[in-house]
């Protein structure tokens, strides 16, 4: 997409009360074909991906009342462990170590041991209701493609601490690849100006699996 048709676009929309149609395939481990989410010192743990590269992929934007963008959305995947805590109970989680390994590829790999080691801490946002959670995001991008690399299994050797007792224990996700499709709508103008030229994978926290 050129950058004039994009801001000339962005300018008759400005004008409109309209929204945007997002209409997506993703190349992903979808949440619902991966493992469940594991038990550490009463915490559930689970893991996170989030497609970053397009495969194939357009945007498109016009002035019509209600616009429309196609992608097919791939990896490699920004990733994060999220937990679920119980409330005056559970501190914070950290990750030690990290392993990779592909089924078809039969990559096998150790994440970097320096970029890990920090707390992420169990919060309530204010004015939500609902039980603590913690998100520890992975420095760097998961360089894996489902279709070429197939189920992935992920090991994670974390600790939890709560207010009288803390587990360290090594975990493991087997992410099965699948294919989903996410419609979406964003309202204009304000959206649109702000995310011109980003990839849709990257408006606001959109798209984690």
Same mark, same amino acid.
């Given at each position: 997409?050129?950058?004039?048709?994009?801001?000339?676009?962005?300018?008759?929309?400005?004008?409109?009360?309209?929204?945007?149609?997002?209409?997506?395939?993703?190349?992903?481990?979808? &949440?619902?074909?991966? @493992?469940? #989410? $594991?038990?550490?010192?009463?915490?559930?743990?689970?893991?996170? /991906?989030?497609?970053? !590269?397009?495969?194939?992929?357009?945007?498109?934007?016009? &002035?019509?009342?209600? @616009?429309? #963008? $196609?992608?097919?959305?791939?990896?490699?995947?920004?990733?994060? /462990?999220?937990?679920? !805590?119980?409330?005056?109970?559970?501190?914070?989680?950290?990750?030690?170590?990290?392993?990779?390994?592909?089924?078809?590829?039969?990559?096998?790999?150790?994440?970097? /041991?320096?970029?890990? !080691?920090?707390?992420?801490?169990?919060?309530?946002?204010?004015?939500?209701?609902?039980?603590?959670?913690?998100?520890?995001?992975?420095?760097?991008?998961?360089?894996?493609?489902?279709?070429?690399?197939?189920?992935?299994?992920?090991?994670?050797?974390?600790?939890?601490?709560?207010?009288?007792?803390?587990?360290?224990?090594?975990?493991?996700?087997?992410?099965?690849?699948?294919?989903?499709?996410?419609?979406?709508?964003?309202?204009?103008?304000?959206?649109?100006?702000?995310?011109?030229?980003?990839?849709?994978?990257?408006?606001?926290?959109?798209?984690?699996?």
């Amino acid at each position: 997409m050129h950058g004039s048709r994009l801001a000339t676009s962005a300018a008759l929309l400005i004008s409109s009360s309209s929204c945007i149609s997002l209409v997506a395939k993703k190349n992903t481990y979808a &949440a619902d074909a991966s @493992s469940p #989410a $594991v038990k550490v010192n009463g915490a559930s743990i689970r893991m996170q /991906v989030k497609p970053e !590269g397009t495969s194939g992929g357009s945007y498109a934007l016009s &002035a019509m009342v209600v @616009s429309t #963008a $196609v992608a097919t959305f791939d990896g490699p995947f920004s990733w994060r /462990v999220e937990a679920v !805590g119980k409330p005056r109970n559970h501190e914070y989680f950290t990750v030690h170590r990290i392993r990779t390994r592909t089924a078809i590829t039969k990559r096998d790999e150790w994440y970097p /041991v320096n970029y890990l !080691g920090k707390r992420a801490e169990f919060t309530v946002k204010k004015g939500e209701l609902g039980p603590p959670r913690a998100v520890y995001p992975i420095p760097g991008l998961l360089k894996v493609m489902p279709k070429q690399d197939g189920a992935l299994d992920i090991f994670v050797d974390l600790t939890v601490v709560g207010n009288s007792h803390r587990e360290r224990k090594m975990v493991r996700f087997r992410m099965e690849p699948s294919q989903t499709r996410a419609d979406e709508f964003i309202f204009v103008p304000a959206e649109i100006v702000e995310n011109i030229g980003k990839s849709p994978s990257e408006w606001k926290e959109s798209g984690w699996d």
